[in-house]
Nanobody, 123 residues
């Protein structure tokens, strides 16, 4: 089983920055795509939106409203995913979730979610 643990959330003023981290734990043979999603206040789990993702080869993809402000990266040696968030806006307020997929040691596929970290941006 693969577990993901996010950290780095908090309260910040508009225009400020935060750096989220997500550590993967478990016996994995490979990790493919990793991603950050967010769930805004009042939204249901099914309404989580993709913020950014990164492939095993380093190809990145961003939601339009975070392009130029957020940067996703990964350190496979440390099994850690990052999200650098700059020029934060109140509308970025949400619970941010880490997501990853790949193969565990026996070749079985996995898709895992973290428990989330709260990001609150005040105006």
């Amino acid at each position: 089983q693969v577990q993901l643990a996010e950290s780095g959330g908090g309260l910040v003023q508009a225009g400020g920055s935060l750096r989220l981290s997500c550590l993967a734990r478990g016996i994995m043979s490979s990790v493919n795509s990793m991603a950050w999603y967010r769930q805004a206040p009042g939204k249901q789990r099914e309404e989580r939106e993709l913020v950014a993702n990164i492939s095993s080869g380093g190809q990145t993809n961003y939601a339009d409203d975070v392009k130029g402000r957020f940067t996703i990266s990964r350190d496979d040696a440390r099994l850690t995913l990052y999200l650098q968030m700059d020029n934060l806006k109140p509308e970025d307020t949400a619970v941010y979730y880490c997501n990853a997929d790949g193969l565990i040691y026996d070749g079985s596929p996995f898709v895992s979610w973290g428990r989330g970290t709260q990001v609150t941006v005040s105006s």
